[in-house]
T-cell receptor
Framework: AQSVTQLDSQVPVFEEAPVELRCNYS??????LFWYVQYPNQGLQLLLK??????LVKGINGFEAEFNKSQTSFHLRKPSVHISDTAEYFC???????????FGDGTTLTVKP | DGGITQSPKYLFRKEGQNVTLSCEQN?????MYWYRQDPGQGLRLIYY???????QKGDIAEGYSVSREKKESFPLTVTSAQKNPTAFYLC???????????????FGPGTRLTVL
């Protein structure tokens, strides 16, 4: 079994400031890692995913995430946020040996002018 | 365009009534999922199906039922046995979970169910 902990439920930040959304996970098996974004009253869409190889993964909209195996973390970062980045962000893991995904509780990012 | 559609977008139900939420995909995906989303609780898995005519309970299946008679369709029925059904319901699909591949899920726009 696996679990996902998103360490901040809400992150307020000013426009053009950098942001980091934190995600830790635990699993007894190897996992793939994902970040999804959800805009108000919409479904989720994939931001980026880590499968293997380079631990720094780049995604859409200027976001990137770094996989840290020793700390079992997969934090999401953006160097300069926009108002349009205001949304809820979900971290998820999926076992590499088949099985279903597990989602974190989400982090609400609010970008203020 | 390929994607997932859910209907209706908003649904109102009286207590004691069953209601069915529609989910259709034209991505030719084998796997489909239903999640419930409540404020501050993230996504909780209700049911999932890895192949036609087969489905498994997720973490919160009580009070819900599903069918998977066609590859592209995975309707969810919220029964009167579900004690607190007011929530946002999300359907998703993916290529398939049996292969162990990195299985990105594609989500529909959701249905907001309110019990009056």
């Amino acid at each position: 079994a696996q679990s996902v902990t998103q360490l901040d439920s809400q992150v307020p930040v000013f426009e053009e400031a950098p942001v980091e959304l934190r995600c830790n996970y635990s699993s007894s098996v190897s996992v793939y890692l994902f970040w999804y974004v959800q805009y108000p009253n919409q479904g989720l869409q994939l931001l980026l995913k880590y499968l293997s190889g380079s631990t720094l993964v780049k995604g859409i909209n200027g976001f990137e995430a770094e996989f840290n195996k020793s700390q079992t973390s997969f934090h999401l970062r953006k160097p300069s946020v926009h108002i349009s980045d205001t949304a809820e962000y979900f971290c998820a893991v999926k076992p590499t040996n088949a099985g279903k995904s597990t989602f974190g509780d989400g982090t609400t990012l609010t970008v203020k002018p | 365009d390929g994607g997932i559609t859910q209907s209706p977008k908003y649904l109102f139900r009286k207590e004691g009534q069953n209601v069915t939420l529609s989910c259709e995909q034209n991505l030719n995906h084998d796997a489909m999922y239903w999640y419930r989303q409540d404020p501050g609780q993230g996504l909780r898995l209700i049911y999932y199906s890895q192949i036609v005519n087969d489905f498994q309970k997720g973490d919160i299946a009580e009070g819900y039922s599903v069918s998977r008679e066609k590859k592209e369709s995975f309707p969810l029925t919220v029964t009167s046995a579900q004690k607190n059904p007011t929530a946002f319901y999300l359907c998703a699909s993916s290529i398939g979970t049996t292969s162990g591949a990195a299985d990105t899920q594609y989500f529909g726009p959701g249905t907001r169910l309110t019990v009056l």
